[in-house]
């Protein structure tokens, strides 16, 4: 070994790419285990990316001509210089042996991106549906998933609490390309591709999930079962991992001479903490749990024994919300002194006898069971015209901890809390239920929101939700991760789990955007390319999972109709419904390294500066003329000379918790945020956004 790191330092000091390349190459060898998965890495995969245009210095493809079939030249060239006035680009020959070029028409090429080159990523918005109010929005990405998940180091590294996959089968159908080419049945190293394939997202999947208390889901059939759990145990060897069959076909899916299918399987990897929850037998089993009066009754309580007890608590009569508490009255003050805002009305604890008491919280207590969901307010016939009652302490405790089950939300936006009387137990490792059915519950409901759009084997939306539910049942705020999203049921099911419980969890779909192989072929007749409007309008990001998601929150299909149907099981109610959710729709971009540092590619960077704060409320888009900008989540600092305002208007926003600060000079960064809130965290550009892509591609 050591005569080979000798020679390998030779190698760098003679060539810097190829030594780095060479050790590389042999870290990855000297790493294989004796006994395990050993297979090949293969080439660095590559993407096309026919969105982007062509710079000096990109490394490019020559594309066919247009009407052909065939995949034409697969050898890489890089851009040498680029002729605007002929439309046309002077290219040489990558690695070659001798010095090739050629002149190719600008409309003929295509930028390449091998999956070893540092990226620098943006992102564009395509879209919104916003019905959910100040929640946190869902995010769609139309990228190549390896090079989104490198984005999100840089805005969730550590931080997601659950990831959802169901990646290519591997079937030898045509479900999925390697460096450009479908991977066949009779390609000899077919498992070994794949296998290449997902280790490179997986590595970076591990960087995202929280190494305290996380899990991450990976579904797949026979085909690659086997390699699959191994290449989780070398992943993850501090995981604890269990397989589940799941009969998503009840009757079966043919094999040709072979036993007809009906399941397939989910790896559960449990990281740190992570537990599968135990599962009420049914909460109708159970009781609704008793929610006391806040008017206090005991004699002991009548006006004046707790000063900060006694105030209005303002009610909206068209709604029966409370919307907030006032300040408490002192003894000598008459309560028929205070006035509600507009459109309120003032509740006081008084009883029908006119005897003024005290309510059992404080006005901050009472206002954080309001937003919890645990305090309502409820009409009477009584002098007050409405009686307030909330969930204890001790009964919160016993929802956060799953002892009572939440199984439903009001229309006031309080919870349905039972008491479960029968046992609590564990999933087995078989499901069998009708829920998580294919047929029935994936293409039926697929295409209630898409009726005119097909799209192949989509899952269950129902076994996608009750996966997710047994980790993130007591995590509200969760945030969900899908890379092969598909036709978008994990962030459907999200939906529904926050509908359930009032929660505020957001997920991250990641999908590219390639047409089906049939589709292709019938394009290229057309003499259309990838890149084209006709081509990109049916790519499975924009014809089905931006669509599919944009229907689950309107509840009406593309063309405005509502969705026909009901959704079934935990809660039932009409999908012409929708949710009250969020949801934004992004295309991943390439910025260079100039462009970043020098704030030319700021309207591209501030998605993911918005991510990284929690995808929540206003963005900032544009570069703030006064040199500083605070939004609900986050703050924003380009003029280190306005320093002063900003960090007085910092304190003035609820919920500001990253201010990011761009100045190349460390000591006034650091002046500066020793100068911030303590619960405002500094980050500064565009140093931390350049190294952490430098980082996650090890340099």
């Not at 997902?198 to 079962?225: C, F, G, H």
Request: proline share 6%; hydrophobic share 40%; charged share 25%.
């Amino acid at each position: 070994m050591s005569r080979l790191t000798d020679l390998i330092a030779k190698a760098k000091a003679k060539d810097a790419a190829l030594g780095a390349e060479l050790d590389r190459e042999f870290r990855m060898l000297s790493s294989r285990l004796p006994f395990g998965l050993n297979f090949e890495r293969h080439s660095p995969e590559a993407v096309e990316l026919p969105l982007r245009p062509i710079r000096k210095g990109d490394k490019v493809r020559v594309l066919p001509e247009r009407g052909s079939t065939k995949n034409g030249d697969q050898r890489l060239w890089q851009v040498k210089s680029i002729q605007r006035a002929k439309k046309s680009a002077v290219l040489e020959l990558l690695d070659a042996e001798e010095s090739e070029t050629q002149t190719v028409a600008l409309d003929d090429l295509v930028v390449v991106a091998e999956f070893r080159d540092t990226i620098y990523p943006g992102l564009i918005s395509t879209g919104k549906v916003m019905r959910g109010g100040d929640k946190p929005c869902h995010t769609i990405i139309n990228g190549e998933n390896y090079h989104v998940l490198k984005a999100l180091t840089y805005t969730h590294r550590g931080n997601v609490d659950a990831i959802y996959i169901d990646p290519p089968y591997n079937t030898g159908a045509k479900d999925w390309k390697y460096n450009n080419d479908y991977v066949e049945a009779d390609d000899l190293y077919r498992h070994s591709k794949w296998l290449a394939m997902m280790e490179r997202r997986l590595l970076i999947a591990r960087q995202l999930l929280n190494p305290a208390d996380s899990v991450l889901i990976v579904t797949i059939d026979e085909k690659e079962y086997l390699r699959l759990g191994l290449l989780l145990e070398q992943l993850f060897p501090e995981a604890r991992i269990q397989m589940v069959s799941i009969t998503t076909n009840p009757k079966g899916a043919s094999r040709p001479d072979m036993f007809a299918r009906v399941d397939e399987f989910a790896y559960f990897v449990l990281i740190g903490d992570s537990i599968v929850s135990g599962i009420a037998v049914s909460a109708s089993q159970g009781a609704p749990v008793r929610w006391p009066y806040l008017r206090r009754s005991d004699e002991k309580s009548t006006r004046g024994h707790r000063p900060r007890q006694f105030y209005p608590v303002f009610v909206d009569p068209t709604t029966s919300k409370i919307t907030g508490v006032g300040e408490p009255l002192a003894h000598d003050v008459p309560r028929e002194s205070i006035k509600a805002p507009p459109g309120l009305i003032a509740v006081f604890p008084v009883r029908d006898d006119g005897v003024e008491m005290e309510w059992g919280l404080t006005g901050p207590s009472l206002m954080r069971a309001v937003r919890g969901g645990f305090a309502r307010a409820s009409r009477t016939n009584s002098l007050q015209p409405y009686a307030i009652s909330y969930l204890t302490a001790p009964a919160i405790s016993k929802v956060e901890s799953g002892e009572y089950v939440v199984s439903g939300v009001r229309e006031d936006g309080t919870k349905v809390v039972i008491a479960p009387s029968g046992k609590t137990t564990r999933p087995t490792t078989v499901w069998a239920e009708s829920r998580h059915s294919a047929p029935d519950h994936g293409k039926k409901v697929l295409g209630a929101l898409l009726p005119t759009r097909s799209f192949p084997f989509p899952k269950s939306l129902y076994v996608v939700e009750d996966s997710l539910r047994l980790f993130l049942a007591n995590k509200q705020n969760a945030t969900v991760l899908d890379f092969f999203s598909g036709s978008g049921t994990t962030a459907h099911a999200v939906m529904r789990l926050n509908k359930q419980d009032g929660g505020q969890r957001q997920c991250i779909s990641v999908t590219n955007n390639e047409v089906a192989a049939d589709e292709q072929k019938k394009l290229r007749k057309a003499g259309l390319r990838p890149g084209d409007a006709e081509w990109e309008q049916i790519g499975i990001c924009d014809y089905i999972t931006k669509p599919r998601v944009a229907a689950a929150i309107a509840g009406k299909t593309p063309g405005g109709e509502p969705i026909k149907g009901d959704y079934k099981f935990t809660d039932e109610f009409p999908m012409a419904d929708g949710f009250e959710e969020n949801a934004e729709f992004f295309t991943l971009t390439y910025e260079t390294l100039l462009s970043v540092s020098h704030n030319l590619a700021f309207s591209r960077v501030a998605p993911l500066l918005w991510l990284r704060a929690g995808a929540r409320g206003r963005r900032i888009d544009k570069l703030p003329a006064d040199g500083w900008a605070v939004a609900d989540s986050y703050a924003l600092l380009n003029n280190v000379d306005a320093a002063t305002p900003f960090i007085k208007a910092l304190p003035q926003v609820d919920g500001v918790h990253i201010a990011y600060i761009v100045t190349d000079d460390d000591r006034r960064f650091q002046a500066i945020a020793k100068r911030l809130p303590d619960d405002v965290e500094p980050v500064r550009l565009y140093e931390s956004y350049l190294t952490n892509f430098s980082f996650t591609n090890g340099e």
